[in-house]
């Protein structure tokens, strides 16, 4: 019995660890591209006097493309617990054809 406790808490403190990065990952994914997007249009706006253009251009690609890398790892999350799920073998009510 005081194996089986054992594991449960490897098993427990492994799935928190794996929460916890995932956690980390997807808060650097939405601030990397803002921040580079940022500091590179900064440094292009300085360097061919361009006022703000750059700067703003790129905070804008920055945003879309943290917000997709978001979307992207949700997406992934989700198709790997909709395998992780027991298949019943009955249909999905939207899945079942009239006739």
Same mark, same amino acid.
């Given at each position: ?44 706006? +300085? ?49 079942? +054809?009239?006739?």
């Amino acid at each position: 019995m005081r194996r089986m406790k054992k594991k449960d808490d490897e098993n427990f403190w492994a799935s928190m660890f794996r929460e916890a990065l995932l956690a980390t990952t997807l808060g650097w994914d939405l601030a990397i591209p803002i921040f580079g997007g940022v500091l590179i249009g900064y440094f292009l706006d +300085q360097w061919l006097a361009t006022g703000h253009i750059f700067t703003l251009g790129l905070l804008s690609a920055g945003i879309f493309t943290g917000y997709y890398n978001i979307w992207r790892t949700i997406r992934r999350l989700d198709r790997k617990s909709d395998l992780k799920k027991p298949q019943t073998g009955e249909e999905k009510p939207e899945e079942k +054809q009239e006739g």
